[in-house]
């Protein structure tokens, strides 16, 4: 449907279509030099001018999920014919696999920081601002603005107390402790957001609930639920973006165990030369979850962020 | 089906008073019809009776038990909201089987289907069972409420003006429909309108609300041709009685401050002179609006009439209700 007085004229759209084209093409040129980078070998990398059109390799991703050594000259000077695919790779250079990076264990400690604080600023979010939205809260209204009032601040100021915290709780360098960080920053944004979207769905809805035989809790899971499914979905995506991107306290407060991706891919860089391609195979990875998570909630988003625009 | 009784149900919103001490015992299978304008407390009466609020004192008894305390779900009562309240998010298929698939019916999955079969065709809503509610058109979305009522076996149904959507034709087919399904199950029946027709028609009672206290309380009729005050007399007849000063009539008793005169209780051809000032065909009928002693009148007369505005025609109250300066009946019922 339609709601212009009249129709856009056909070099309107043709304006429209070349402006809408002409900045994703600007957005998205970091994103596939990111993507190309992880393709190229070292001195393709750093080429200048930059290369556009190269020799892909995988080099980079074998750098980096695994961790070598030089090759020494025996065994350099005996080539074996069943060597697999990667380590042939890595012996033209002169190195030699000595064992997995701990690339996949940081990857997969973000993959559990960053859905499962999504998950609970979620789960308590959409309570809390149910209960915001539908029941008489006393100082309902001062109670949202400290809730807001944390993110006043970047969260980083209060770095120090967190750490003292963390490290008096014992929760320094752990899973749990990070998704409570993680969990507790979201939460202002979830309650808020999530409060907006059932504040728009009439009460009138759940009172049909209750006398078509449900209880309230019923009535909450089978008609609130599903019209705020679409606040929910654009909410958690806005969570997990956080979660997953955060950086500063990651660096802080993980190390060993819990340690994310983000603090990580940067030590990927090595110590003897610049392993761009390898650091940038680990952003275009790292970028994916983030990626096939949105595209999954898509639709989702977009009627989330029109919600207000669209319902009667 | 059960006897429901409100007993001096009182409740407040801040300092709005929405029921003062409201009695009535709506008996088992009987339409009860509750007329007042908006903010007179017809829903807030309902919403006592389905329990998605609770009095501030007083009583709601279903089938004898106190309702204190019970969730809407624990009375089993149906209720039409004025605003449909259709959920956006299932078809009209899945709206209607809401009620069947709770837990208070858990319904089997044949009955549901049967229930629903005779109800669409009932309500003329068949070919569109499989639509989403938010591609109805607002009669239908109505329609579709109603259904997700009638479906049910309730103790009681709660309507809020549910026809008010409704075109005219539609709205006349539906009002018999709903009244034959009361007559032929036995249903009861609690119903907010505004339509005199609908409560003439269906009510076996009518309770006329103002401010929140029900003012009377008694069979369509009994409000039409006995009617204990202004108010009262002023829910029901179109076009609506008309009040005047009692002494601009001769033999008015000593005490009465105001007369009520409704269509019928104007007898046109006799007694004193008056100014026709318009005339409206109507088709059936004929309104006459008529200027006596710089009052004004509306009467109706022959359908067929040849009178025109600026002619004169002679009236004469006929068995009219007298009023006192408060306007409450002056004769007949007090003192």
Same mark, same amino acid.
């Given at each position: 449907m339609s709601f212009s007085v009249t129709e856009a004229s056909s070099r309107q759209k043709w304006f429209a279509g070349i402006l809408v084209v002409g900045y994703a093409l600007i957005t998205m040129l970091p994103l596939v030099w990111i993507i190309a980078t992880g393709f190229k070998s070292s001195p393709d990398a750093i080429a200048y001018p930059p290369k556009i059109v190269f020799e892909p390799t995988v080099e980079g991703y074998v750098n980096l999920f695994t961790t070598q050594t030089r090759l020494s000259s025996e065994a350099a000077a005996t080539?074996?014919?069943?060597?697999?695919w990667y380590e042939s790779l890595v012996r033209e250079k002169g190195m030699t696999i000595v064992g997995p990076s701990r690339f996949s264990e940081r990857f997969f400690n973000s993959v559990i920081i960053g859905f499962g604080s999504t998950f609970f600023a979620i789960v308590l979010g959409t309570a809390a601002a149910y209960a915001f939205s539908r029941f008489k809260v006393p100082l309902k209204d001062d109670l949202l603005f400290f809730i807001l009032s944390?993110?006043?601040? =970047? =969260?980083?100021?209060?770095a120090i107390p967190i750490f003292l915290m963390f490290r008096y709780l014992g929760l320094n360098d752990t899973h749990a402790g990070m998704i409570l960080l993680y969990t507790a920053v979201n939460l202002s944004l979830s309650v808020w957001l999530i409060n907006g979207f059932i504040d728009e769905i009439p009460v009138e809805y759940e009172e049909a609930a209750l006398i078509d035989g449900y209880t309230r809790f019923q009535a909450f899971y089978k008609v609130v639920l599903p019209q705020a499914a679409t606040g929910i979905a654009s909410t958690a995506i806005f969570c997990l973006i956080f979660a997953w991107n955060e950086y500063a306290f990651a660096v802080l407060l993980t190390?060993?165990?819990?340690?994310?991706?983000p603090p990580f891919i940067p030590t990927i860089?090595?110590?003897?030369?610049?392993d761009w391609p390898a650091v940038a195979a680990g952003a275009t990875l790292f970028l994916l979850p983030v990626m096939v998570f949105t595209i999954l909630l898509r639709k989702h988003l977009l009627r989330g962020i029109t919600f207000g625009a669209v319902r009667k | 089906m059960a006897e429901v009784v409100l007993e001096n149900v009182t409740k407040s919103f801040g300092d709005t008073?929405?029921?003062?001490?409201v009695s009535m015992t709506i008996e088992d299978g009987s339409f009860v019809v509750l007329l007042g304008p908006?903010?007179?407390?017809k829903t807030t009466a309902l919403r006592m009776v389905s329990g998605l609020d609770t009095p501030d004192s007083g009583d709601v008894l279903i089938g004898g038990r106190?309702?204190?305390?019970?969730?809407p779900a624990q009375r089993n009562v149906a209720m039409v909201f004025q605003q449909y309240s259709?959920?956006?998010?299932?078809?009209v298929r899945q709206n209607l089987e809401f009620p069947l698939k709770s837990p208070l019916l858990n319904t089997l999955q044949a009955d549901i289907d049967r229930k629903i079969n005779s109800v669409s065709e009932i309500l003329q809503i068949k070919q569109k069972l &499989?639509?989403?509610?938010?591609?109805?058109?607002g009669g239908e979305m109505q329609r579709v409420a109603i259904g997700r009522a009638l479906v049910r076996d309730p103790s009681i149904y709660l309507m809020d003006e549910?026809?008010?959507?409704?075109d005219a034709k539609l709205r006349a087919d539906l009002r018999i429909e709903l009244k034959s399904i009361q007559a032929n199950s036995g249903a009861t029946l609690l119903y907010v309108t505004h339509d005199q027709i609908e409560a003439m028609t269906m009510a076996t009672h009518v309770g006329v609300l103002d401010n929140g206290r029900l003012v009377q309380f008694g069979s369509p009729r009994e409000i039409y041709e &006995?009617?204990?005050?202004i108010y009262a007399a002023s829910r029901l007849g179109q076009p609506r009685i008309n009040i005047l000063p009692? &002494?601009?009539?001769?033999?008015?008793?000593?005490?009465?401050?105001l007369i009520g005169l409704r269509p019928e209780q104007i007898a046109q051809g006799e007694g004193e002179e008056s100014f026709v000032t318009r005339v409206e065909h109507l088709g059936d009928q004929t309104r006459l609006h008529l200027s006596f002693k710089n009052h004004d009148l509306i009467t109706v007369t022959d359908a067929h009439t040849e009178l025109k505005s600026g002619d004169i025609v002679k009236i004469k109250p006929d068995k009219p209700f007298y009023f006192d300066a408060s306007g409450d009946r002056f004769s007949g019922r007090e003192k």
């Amino acid at each position: 449907m339609s709601f212009s007085v009249t129709e856009a004229s056909s070099r309107q759209k043709w304006f429209a279509g070349i402006l809408v084209v002409g900045y994703a093409l600007i957005t998205m040129l970091p994103l596939v030099w990111i993507i190309a980078t992880g393709f190229k070998s070292s001195p393709d990398a750093i080429a200048y001018p930059p290369k556009i059109v190269f020799e892909p390799t995988v080099e980079g991703y074998v750098n980096l999920f695994t961790t070598q050594t030089r090759l020494s000259s025996e065994a350099a000077a005996t080539p074996d014919q069943d060597l697999p695919w990667y380590e042939s790779l890595v012996r033209e250079k002169g190195m030699t696999i000595v064992g997995p990076s701990r690339f996949s264990e940081r990857f997969f400690n973000s993959v559990i920081i960053g859905f499962g604080s999504t998950f609970f600023a979620i789960v308590l979010g959409t309570a809390a601002a149910y209960a915001f939205s539908r029941f008489k809260v006393p100082l309902k209204d001062d109670l949202l603005f400290f809730i807001l009032s944390t993110r006043m601040m =970047p =969260p980083i100021a209060v770095a120090i107390p967190i750490f003292l915290m963390f490290r008096y709780l014992g929760l320094n360098d752990t899973h749990a402790g990070m998704i409570l960080l993680y969990t507790a920053v979201n939460l202002s944004l979830s309650v808020w957001l999530i409060n907006g979207f059932i504040d728009e769905i009439p009460v009138e809805y759940e009172e049909a609930a209750l006398i078509d035989g449900y209880t309230r809790f019923q009535a909450f899971y089978k008609v609130v639920l599903p019209q705020a499914a679409t606040g929910i979905a654009s909410t958690a995506i806005f969570c997990l973006i956080f979660a997953w991107n955060e950086y500063a306290f990651a660096v802080l407060l993980t190390s060993g165990t819990a340690q994310t991706a983000p603090p990580f891919i940067p030590t990927i860089i090595g110590v003897g030369g610049q392993d761009w391609p390898a650091v940038a195979a680990g952003a275009t990875l790292f970028l994916l979850p983030v990626m096939v998570f949105t595209i999954l909630l898509r639709k989702h988003l977009l009627r989330g962020i029109t919600f207000g625009a669209v319902r009667k | 089906m059960a006897e429901v009784v409100l007993e001096n149900v009182t409740k407040s919103f801040g300092d709005t008073v929405a029921l003062d001490r409201v009695s009535m015992t709506i008996e088992d299978g009987s339409f009860v019809v509750l007329l007042g304008p908006t903010g007179a407390g017809k829903t807030t009466a309902l919403r006592m009776v389905s329990g998605l609020d609770t009095p501030d004192s007083g009583d709601v008894l279903i089938g004898g038990r106190s309702m204190k305390g019970l969730m809407p779900a624990q009375r089993n009562v149906a209720m039409v909201f004025q605003q449909y309240s259709l959920y956006p998010h299932l078809t009209v298929r899945q709206n209607l089987e809401f009620p069947l698939k709770s837990p208070l019916l858990n319904t089997l999955q044949a009955d549901i289907d049967r229930k629903i079969n005779s109800v669409s065709e009932i309500l003329q809503i068949k070919q569109k069972l &499989d639509n989403k509610t938010t591609a109805l058109s607002g009669g239908e979305m109505q329609r579709v409420a109603i259904g997700r009522a009638l479906v049910r076996d309730p103790s009681i149904y709660l309507m809020d003006e549910p026809l008010s959507s409704l075109d005219a034709k539609l709205r006349a087919d539906l009002r018999i429909e709903l009244k034959s399904i009361q007559a032929n199950s036995g249903a009861t029946l609690l119903y907010v309108t505004h339509d005199q027709i609908e409560a003439m028609t269906m009510a076996t009672h009518v309770g006329v609300l103002d401010n929140g206290r029900l003012v009377q309380f008694g069979s369509p009729r009994e409000i039409y041709e &006995d009617p204990v005050s202004i108010y009262a007399a002023s829910r029901l007849g179109q076009p609506r009685i008309n009040i005047l000063p009692a &002494d601009v009539f001769e033999g008015s008793p000593a005490g009465a401050k105001l007369i009520g005169l409704r269509p019928e209780q104007i007898a046109q051809g006799e007694g004193e002179e008056s100014f026709v000032t318009r005339v409206e065909h109507l088709g059936d009928q004929t309104r006459l609006h008529l200027s006596f002693k710089n009052h004004d009148l509306i009467t109706v007369t022959d359908a067929h009439t040849e009178l025109k505005s600026g002619d004169i025609v002679k009236i004469k109250p006929d068995k009219p209700f007298y009023f006192d300066a408060s306007g409450d009946r002056f004769s007949g019922r007090e003192k």
